[in-house]
């Protein structure tokens, strides 16, 4: 145990007696590399210092191993012993071994044929499973090969699709043969693009017949839009009767729910299956986004088609089949969107819709400034619309066109408006202006109770004379069918409160156009004294018939009775055709003082210096009073009682002044007292006249304060002055207050220095011995003068 260390320490010591670098044999003893060392050994030109340490290193190596076999060779010996031993038993076994190899390959021998026998039968049962295996998935895939073709040929392509794909997910890898491999992968694209052809042409046979279609989709659409209209308009027209019924004070209503009316509207039925089957086919195929592309931009060019104006027929004829084309369009589209599962969005629908809203309301603002009918424009409104009620339950944004409606509000009814000019005109143009003899009860309700012209609530004698010509229901006619146009252009557009729009129009009609033809007419010079009559007498019932005007207006709008019956809210025309009538008036009263003037215009046949009385009634009071005669008899069946007493008072006032300006005309020089005397008895004449007129005609029932004899007050009084026998009382305030306060003074000067009490002839002094007549010329002469010293 204590020799080890010894050596150890002898050879450590040795390693100093060799002469070896310590640190040279710790690299070698480490294993390191002694490349840097023999690099830097030849680099510093001492090569043999290193070649000497390596030899000691070696020799030092060397008595080691000398050493230690010194050690040991006891154990050698022993070891050597021992294998020998080993390698004399390993004989013995491999003898033994051979001897049992022998016999185990005689025994074997018949076994490893029949293992090989077997071993090929495996083989053989291994390739038969195999080719049976392989047998197997080309049979199925035959199978599928085949009901992919029968799908194909009888037009089912989903189930050849899902055929398709599992052929080429789940047996084209496994098909063990390479040729059917390749025929079916070269089959499938062609398949499938054989598939993805039919389909497209199914969807542009679709294309074309559900374009042909539109027309009528639409069609049906806004025949059921007016079919709900036309519902609508029966119940508020019934509830208008209602509300007539309660107006008229009926106690008992009767309420009705009509079942027909609440059955669901049909159903727009339109085929759309070759748009999911494509569809889906498509999604199928992993091509949706391009039929998606291909749908829209197909409909979308027919579209623009549809948007196209025809230019072989006008407008007013094509602009219904144009717009039902377009509303079936965008219904098909709307179920398109709705059910196709994503072929559309959102705001494909809403950019196509845009353009095509942009293209009508072009189209319409540009038609809308040709027409120049009325009519014409209230049947495109009317169609557009009910194509607006139609989209707006599809959720389409319909406010540009409704604005384009209503800015053709003012345009339809000035044309309106200017028809009725027309046919107002011509109605009065060819009026008789003779009282309107109704012989029928249903001429009667026609003309009279229609238009609440009538004066009492029973039911007059047949035949009815008619206070009004029959220009007046005619007028109320069109305005009744001016009031029903104009509701029916106003009522369906995007006003819902157009009362008053209907109201103002209605004063329009009735103020520029009734009551300016009718001014036209009183103050063209056309008319007679009869006809003037007969249309103040028009005018006073148009006036009546203006709140009924104000009803109609307010029921056709469904406004309350308690709206418009409240002050103010009348019409204007009501005032402006009271004026009117005054017109007339004046008008009626300007042509009977012409025509008085035309019978004063005899007197110039008075022989105002006659020497004796006249016997008679003069000729001119003659042909007055049967003109007034027959004017206040007529004025009488047609005026009522206050203009009959404004018309009688003005003629009999003209006929005064006239007597009165006789005697101050410039070439009545003189005059005398039988001269006088005439005229007095023409006066009484018409005197006489007056009171009995004022009697039988129910003026005096007015109890005004000046009746028809006073008008005549003045002639009177002058005649009265010029043959009374003192004359000069005239100049006695109280005497002239009672008896002459109509005369003026300077009209009373001048007629009297006219006035000679005897004829100027020779010895006419002679010939007058009477004292009284003296007394009165004298008398005269008085006045004169004092009246000359007044003046």
């Given at each position: 145990?204590?020799?080890?260390?010894?050596?150890?320490?002898?050879?450590?010591?040795?390693?100093?007696?060799?002469?070896?670098?310590?640190?040279?044999?710790?690299?070698?003893?480490?294993?390191?590399?002694?490349?840097?060392?023999?690099?830097?050994?030849?680099?510093?030109?001492?090569?043999?210092?290193?070649?000497?340490?390596?030899?000691?290193?070696?020799?030092?190596?060397?008595?080691?191993?000398?050493?230690?076999?010194?050690?040991?060779?006891?154990?050698?010996?022993?070891?050597?012993?021992?294998?020998?031993?080993?390698?004399?038993?390993?004989?013995?076994?491999?003898?033994?071994?051979?001897?049992?190899?022998?016999?185990?390959?005689?025994?074997?021998?018949?076994?490893?044929?029949?293992?090989?026998?077997?071993?090929?039968?495996?083989?053989?049962?291994?390739?038969?499973?195999?080719?049976?295996?392989?047998?197997?998935?080309?049979?199925?895939?035959?199978?599928?090969?085949?009901?992919?073709?029968?799908?194909?040929?009888?037009?089912?392509?989903?189930?050849?699709?899902?055929?398709?794909?599992?052929?080429?997910?789940?047996?084209?890898?496994?098909?063990?043969?390479?040729?059917?491999?390749?025929?079916?992968?070269?089959?499938?694209?062609?398949?499938?693009?054989?598939?993805?052809?039919?389909?497209?042409?199914?969807?542009?046979?679709?294309?074309?017949?559900?374009?042909?279609?539109?027309?009528?989709?639409?069609?049906?659409?806004?025949?059921?839009?007016?079919?709900?209209?036309?519902?609508?308009?029966?119940?508020?027209?019934?509830?208008?009767?209602?509300?007539?019924?309660?107006?008229?004070?009926?106690?008992?209503?009767?309420?009705?729910?009509?079942?027909?009316?609440?059955?669901?509207?049909?159903?727009?039925?339109?085929?759309?299956?070759?748009?999911?089957?494509?569809?889906?086919?498509?999604?199928?195929?992993?091509?949706?986004?391009?039929?998606?592309?291909?749908?829209?931009?197909?409909?979308?060019?027919?579209?623009?088609?549809?948007?196209?104006?025809?230019?072989?027929?006008?407008?007013?004829?094509?602009?219904?089949?144009?717009?039902?084309?377009?509303?079936?369009?965008?219904?098909?589209?709307?179920?398109?969107?709705?059910?196709?599962?994503?072929?559309?969005?959102?705001?494909?629908?809403?950019?196509?819709?845009?353009?095509?809203?942009?293209?009508?309301?072009?189209?319409?603002?540009?038609?809308?400034?040709?027409?120049?009918?009325?009519?014409?424009?209230?049947?495109?409104?009317?169609?557009?619309?009910?194509?607006?009620?139609?989209?707006?339950?599809?959720?389409?944004?319909?406010?540009?066109?409704?604005?384009?409606?209503?800015?053709?509000?003012?345009?339809?009814?000035?044309?309106?408006?200017?028809?009725?000019?027309?046919?107002?005109?011509?109605?009065?143009?060819?009026?008789?202006?003779?009282?309107?003899?109704?012989?029928?009860?249903?001429?009667?309700?026609?003309?009279?109770?229609?238009?609440?012209?009538?004066?009492?609530?029973?039911?007059?004698?047949?035949?009815?004379?008619?206070?009004?010509?029959?220009?007046?229901?005619?007028?109320?006619?069109?305005?009744?069918?001016?009031?029903?146009?104009?509701?029916?252009?106003?009522?369906?557009?995007?006003?819902?409160?157009?009362?008053?729009a209907v109201k103002k129009y209605v004063d329009k009609l009735l103020i520029?156009?009734?009551?300016?033809?009718?001014?036209?007419?009183?103050?063209?010079?056309?008319?007679?004294?009869?006809?003037?009559?007969?249309?103040?007498?028009?005018?006073?019932?148009?006036?009546?018939?203006?709140?009924?005007?104000?009803?109609?207006?307010?029921?056709?709008?469904?406004?309350?009775?308690?709206?418009?019956?409240?002050?103010?809210?009348?019409?204007?025309?009501?005032?402006?055709?009271?004026?009117?009538?005054?017109?007339?008036?004046?008008?009626?009263?300007?042509?009977?003082?012409?025509?008085?003037?035309?019978?004063?215009?005899?007197?110039?046949?008075?022989?105002?210096?006659?020497?004796?009385?006249?016997?008679?009634?003069?000729?001119?009071?003659?042909?007055?009073?049967?003109?007034?005669?027959?004017?206040?008899?007529?004025?009488?069946?047609?005026?009522?009682?206050?203009?009959?007493?404004?018309?009688?008072?003005?003629?009999?006032?003209?006929?005064?002044?006239?007597?009165?300006?006789?005697?101050?005309?410039?070439?009545?020089?003189?005059?005398?007292?039988?001269?006088?005397?005439?005229?007095?008895?023409?006066?009484?004449?018409?005197?006489?006249?007056?009171?009995?007129?004022?009697?039988?005609?129910?003026?005096?029932?007015?109890?005004?304060?000046?009746?028809?004899?006073?008008?005549?007050?003045?002639?009177?009084q002058l005649i009265n002055l010029l043959l009374s026998n003192q004359p000069?009382?005239?100049?006695?305030?109280?005497?002239?207050?009672?008896?002459?306060?109509?005369?003026?003074?300077?009209?009373?000067?001048?007629?009297?220095?006219?006035?000679?009490?005897?004829?100027?002839?020779?010895?006419?002094?002679?010939?007058?011995?009477?004292?009284?007549?003296?007394?009165?010329?004298?008398?005269?002469?008085?006045?004169?003068?004092?009246?000359?010293?007044?003046?």
């Open positions: 145990m204590n020799a080890q260390p010894k050596r150890r320490t002898a050879a450590e010591n040795g390693e100093n007696g060799w002469g070896i670098d310590s640190g040279l044999s710790t690299l070698i003893g480490n294993g390191e590399d002694l490349g840097p060392i023999v690099r830097h050994a030849f680099e510093a030109g001492k090569p043999e210092a290193l070649m000497h340490q390596l030899r000691s290193i070696v020799k030092k190596k060397e008595v080691e191993i000398e050493e230690l076999c010194k050690l040991h060779y006891e154990d050698f010996i022993l070891a050597v012993d021992e294998l020998r031993g080993v390698l004399v038993d390993a004989d013995e076994l491999k003898g033994l071994l051979t001897n049992e190899n022998l016999r185990l390959q005689e025994v074997a021998s018949s076994l490893l044929l029949k293992l090989e026998e077997l071993l090929e039968l495996y083989s053989i049962k291994k390739n038969v499973t195999e080719a049976v295996r392989k047998l197997k998935v080309c049979v199925q895939v035959s199978i599928l090969c085949h009901k992919c073709n029968k799908h194909i040929s009888e037009g089912k392509f989903v189930p050849a699709l899902k055929i398709l794909d599992a052929l080429e997910k789940d047996f084209l890898l496994n098909v063990p043969l390479r040729t059917l491999r390749k025929v079916i992968e070269k089959q499938i694209p062609a398949i499938k693009a054989h598939i993805e052809k039919k389909v497209c042409s199914e969807f542009n046979e679709w294309l074309v017949q559900i374009r042909s279609m539109s027309r009528n989709i639409g069609q049906l659409a806004i025949g059921q839009a007016a079919s709900t209209r036309q519902r609508d308009e029966e119940m508020r027209a019934r509830q208008r009767e209602a509300e007539e019924q309660s107006r008229s004070g009926l106690a008992e209503c009767v309420y009705s729910l009509d079942i027909d009316q609440l059955d669901d509207e049909s159903v727009l039925e339109f085929n759309l299956t070759p748009v999911y089957r494509a569809h889906h086919i498509h999604t199928c195929l992993g091509v949706e986004d391009k039929f998606r592309e291909y749908y829209y931009k197909n409909r979308l060019m027919q579209l623009n088609l549809d948007l196209e104006i025809s230019t072989a027929q006008p407008f007013l004829e094509s602009h219904q089949p144009f717009f039902a084309q377009i509303a079936g369009f965008f219904i098909v589209e709307d179920r398109v969107l709705r059910t196709a599962g994503g072929l559309l969005s959102d705001s494909q629908v809403e950019t196509i819709w845009d353009m095509a809203l942009v293209n009508m309301t072009s189209i319409l603002e540009n038609q809308f400034t040709r027409v120049d009918n009325a009519s014409h424009l209230l049947l495109i409104k009317d169609f557009v619309t009910l194509l607006c009620s139609t989209l707006k339950h599809y959720g389409y944004r319909l406010t540009p066109l409704l604005e384009v409606l209503d800015s053709t509000r003012d345009k339809y009814h000035e044309l309106l408006l200017n028809e009725c000019r027309k046919q107002v005109t011509n109605i009065l143009a060819n009026d008789s202006y003779q009282q309107m003899v109704i012989r029928k009860e249903y001429e009667y309700k026609m003309n009279v109770v229609a238009f609440n012209l009538q004066t009492s609530d029973i039911m007059p004698a047949f035949p009815y004379v008619a206070s009004f010509s029959s220009s007046v229901p005619d007028i109320c006619r069109i305005v009744r069918s001016f009031i029903n146009d104009s509701v029916s252009y106003l009522s369906y557009g995007g006003h819902m409160n157009f009362y008053d520029d156009v009734l009551n300016g033809i009718l001014l036209d007419l009183i103050h063209g010079g056309t008319l007679g004294a009869s006809q003037a009559m007969q249309t103040a007498a028009n005018i006073s019932v148009l006036e009546r018939a203006c709140d009924l005007f104000l009803w109609q207006v307010a029921q056709h709008c469904g406004v309350p009775v308690r709206l418009f019956d409240r002050p103010h809210a009348g019409l204007a025309a009501k005032s402006v055709l009271k004026d009117s009538q005054n017109a007339s008036y004046n008008a009626l009263l300007s042509l009977v003082n012409s025509k008085l003037d035309e019978f004063l215009l005899l007197m110039n046949n008075v022989n105002w210096i006659a020497d004796d009385p006249p016997q008679n009634v003069s000729e001119y009071m003659n042909e007055i009073s049967i003109y007034l005669d027959t004017l206040m008899s007529t004025a009488q069946q047609i005026l009522p009682l206050e203009a009959l007493y404004m018309l009688s008072i003005s003629a009999l006032s003209h006929v005064s002044d006239s007597i009165v300006a006789a005697f101050l005309n410039e070439n009545v020089k003189r005059f005398t007292a039988s001269a006088v005397m005439g005229i007095d008895n023409d006066l009484k004449l018409l005197e006489v006249f007056s009171e009995e007129r004022y009697e039988s005609t129910g003026l005096c029932d007015l109890n005004k304060s000046r009746s028809l004899k006073d008008c005549l007050v003045e002639p009177r000069e009382n005239f100049m006695n305030p109280v005497i002239r207050e009672k008896h002459y306060g109509a005369l003026d003074y300077k009209k009373v000067a001048n007629i009297c220095e006219k006035f000679k009490d005897s004829p100027d002839r020779l010895f006419g002094s002679l010939s007058s011995r009477n004292t009284r007549p003296n007394a009165r010329k004298k008398s005269m002469d008085t006045l004169k003068k004092r009246l000359k010293d007044f003046n």
